[in-house]
Every structure is written in C-alpha cells, then in structure tokens.
C-alpha cells in the first residue's frame, strides 16, 4: 500500500533529478526546438514565351544540372497601355498571347500561366535531374527580375538576334538588369550555336567548345577568372583567354621606325597576362588555358572568338558614382554582336 499525503511516492515512476542535472537543464529540455530555414540558392531564368527565352531556360536547365541547383523559372506582368502591347519587337507568339488575353478581358492573375507551365514541363522531359519551380510576378521587369534572382547563383535571360546581322537585340530589359546585378547574368540567344552549347553530350565523343574569358591584365578580376575557370571545369573543356592591348599614344611614332620595340610590348603585354593567370592555374590545374594577346579593340577580339566558344565571360565593374550604374563599351559590343551566350560578371 503506498504511502499517502506529504512526501507521497507514486510506483513506477521516479521524479529525482538525474545526477549533474539542475532546474535549468529541465526548463531548455522543455523549449521549443527553432527551425532554421536555410535558403537554397539557385539558377534563375526570366521567361517570356519567346523563343529566346525558351533558349535561355534550357541553357540554363542545363546549366543547373552541371552545378547541382534547382532552376527557377520566372514570369514577370507589367501591365502595359494597349497601344503598347501590339509592339513588333514582343514577338508574334508573346503579341498573340496579350492580345487574346487583352480582348478577352482577362486580367493578369487569371489564365497567365500557360507559358511558365509549358516552358517547365518541357524542361522537366528534356532534364529529367533538375527541379524545376515556377513563379510568376508582377511589376518592372528589370526590378522584379533581380529581386527575384537575389538568392541565385545566376540569372540567366534570352536575346534576340538582329536580323540579318547576328548580334544581340539586348533591349532596354536586359541592359538594365546587367547594369544592376550584382550576381552573374548570362544573355542567350535563339539559334543553332546557343541550342548546341547548352554542354557536352555525355553520350557523345566530341568535346564542348571553350570557354572565352575577356581579361584586362593590368587589373584582372577575381570573381571574374573564378567564374570563367568554374565554368571550363564544369564542361569539361578548355578556357581560351582574350587580352586586346592598345599601343601607347608615344609608341605609335616610333613602332614604324623599330621593329624589336614592337617585340617587346607584345612580350610585356604576355608577361603580365601570364601572371594574372598564375594562381588560377594552379587552383584549376585540370583546366587547360590558352593565351591570346593581341593589337586592337578587346571587344572585337571577344567577338570574333565568340563564334567558337561555348560561352564568352566578361567582366563588369560595379560602379557607385554619381553616374549610376552602367555598361562599359567592351561588355556593351560583345553583348550586341557575339554570337555565343554572354556571362557578364559584376566585380569591385
């Protein structure tokens, strides 16, 4: 019979404290455990329901794929006077799209989701491994984009090709968003190279084309050789690096009058690109680097490159002045003329 009243034991069941054990010990065995949400980076892409934007989402599926990330896909509505919405640069299937949704009377938050859902299940059927997510949006497109893509790795976004000449129509989108970004944008555009490029077949022999890097050798950038090596390694292909030099106001007399002083810029101008490159061989040694310094407009030099690479990595410097962010006028030239897809990479 158990004992009854002051000091009563209860059989079964014994309510000492474990030794070493305190009050304090017992009162955070009873607080609630906190969970901690830890956000998953990703690939981004801004989908439009062009076919440049559908270029640029499975080069970027294809992208996440190699790096192991989630691809968002991202629809962004800025409602737009209808005069506005017949604009020929829209795009005959994104034109037709408004339009039937402007005459139906159909408004932004109903009926809008066939693209994102279209373009994310063709994604998921040509990239069975990536996890694809859709968001849809509302407001500026450049604004919206990038705060949509504060999280990512990368933004990616289609270009489309002026007709007849092959370079980029970047559009006032695009050219804000790399103005802005402080995180890597990439710029794709419709057409056979970009289709091609989306990586090495792992089925197939034939190997992936290089990836360019633009490079100002006197003062290389570290985000940008990172960016521009990580992306060789991924493919598994070589990196071939583009130096364009312009010869010193005061040498320009004297080169037609001295051949050796011709030999030894060439020389000064290899030397420091050599040197530049120094710690990312030796951080990447699998990563096989090709050298070329050469007379003349950087960007024409990228340009030309571009049309056998697999990307083209430049760099852009975030500008805090009182002239706002902008684009430089090699990242402006190689954004409107090359013909393989664009990384362009922010940096101090």
């Keep these: 019979m158990p004992h009854t009243g002051q000091g009563r034991s209860v059989p079964g069941r014994d ?6 054990a305190s009050y304090d010990d017992e009162a955070r065995s009873r607080t609630p455990i906190q ?12 989908l439009d329901g062009s076919a440049e934007s559908r ?7 294809h992208e996440a794929q190699l790096r192991g990330l989630p691809l968002k896909l991202v629809q962004v509505w800025e409602p737009v006077p209808a005069p506005m919405a017949q604009a020929p640069l829209l795009g005959a299937e994104t034109q037709q799209h408004w339009t039937e949704r402007s005459e139906m009377g159909v408004p932004p938050a109903e009926g809008w989701g066939r693209i994102p859902r279209e373009a994310a299940d063709g994604i998921r059927r040509r990239h069975p491994g990536v996890d694809v997510t859709v968001e849809q949006l509302t407001g500026a497109p450049a604004d919206t984009l990038l705060d949509a893509a504060k999280d990512s790795e990368l933004l990616v976004l289609g270009s489309r ?30 057409g056979e190279q970009a289709a091609a490029e989306n990586g090495t077949n792992p089925s197939s022999a034939t190997p992936s084309r290089p990836v360019v890097l633009g490079i100002d ?21 070589a990196l071939r690096v583009v130096h364009g030099w312009s010869l010193p106001p005061y040498y320009a007399y004297g080169l037609g009058m001295d051949a050796g002083l011709n030999d030894e810029l060439f020389r000064w101008e290899a030397a420091a690109l ?48 009182a002239l706002g962010a902008h684009i430089g006028p090699v990242a402006h030239g190689v954004l409107h003329h090359s013909t393989a897809p664009v990384a362009v990479v922010s940096h101090d």
């Design 15 to 20: 309510l000492r404290p474990l030794p070493g």
């Design 55 to 61: 270029a640029a989402a499975d080069w970027a599926a």
């Design 217 to 237: 050798a006197g003062a290389p950038a570290d985000a940008v050789l990172e960016f521009a090596f990580a992306e060789a390694a991924r493919r598994d292909t």
């Design 274 to 321: 050599t040197e530049a490159l120094r710690p990312w061989r030796l951080k990447h040694p699998a990563v096989e680097v090709a050298l070329e310094s050469r007379v003349g407009s950087a960007a024409d030099h990228l340009v030309d490159a571009s049309r056998e690479a697999s990307l083209v990595v430049i760099g852009r410097r975030i500008r805090h002045g």
């Design 161 to 190: 090709g002026l007709s007849g000449v092959g370079g980029f129509l970047v559009g006032s989108v695009g050219l804000s968003v790399v103005a802005h970004a402080e995180l890597p944008v990439v710029l794709v555009r419709a």
């Design 35 to 46: 969970k901690v949400d830890i956000m998953t980076r990703t690939v981004t892409v801004g």
